[in-house]
């Protein structure tokens, strides 16, 4: 970002959210906005976990909890996870999630193993719709379990939309499939016009 532009603030965020955009910094700290011709998403209603994450869902496992440590989970998932990582967080794109997050737009799954941090996820709610930012995993499974609470949550409280942005391995993975931009602008219409609340 060049040093005659202001910060990026809480209120751009969610305007830009509101229109289905999604912002991400380069190497050099310049925050561009996206809106891909093929979107993301993951269906709600038909998610089911996988046979092999079953055993990493037992309370004795792992333990979870929501908008507990969301300064910390965005933190994590800055982080480069290998020498070649990049990433598309930088201060002040963090910072003006830790604040939408306080306005009550960004949302957190913490996954805890003892009394340690181990994975979670945050993303950003308008309306029925959920845009699934980023997550961190440090020991196995630790991230596909912050996800399925996430899904739950989704599904119990009846929202309508869940983004994942750009398709790619992992996504894909846990069930995510494109969509031309005109399905998700028209599912994005009506999802934003419900309002949700994103609680156990």
Known sequence: MSSDQSPITWEELYSNYFEGYFPMADGLGEI???YPVFRAVFSITDYKPKKSLKAS???EVFHW???QAFEDVIRQ???PRSEHDGTWLNEELINAYIELHRQGFAHSIEVY???S???GLYGVQIGSAFYGESMFSLVSNASKVAFHHLMQRLKENNFMLMDSQYLNEHTEMLGAVEIPDFVFTALLKQARTV???FSY
Request: positive net charge; aromatic residues 4%; charged residues 10%.
């Open 195 to 197: 309002q949700n609340t």
């Open 57 to 59: 869902l037992k309370p």
């Open 77 to 79: 998932c800055a982080l």
């Open 65 to 67: 909890t929501i908008n």
């Open 32 to 34: 561009t906005w996206h």
């Open 117 to 119: 941090l181990v994975g």
């Open 113 to 115: 193993k003892g009394h």
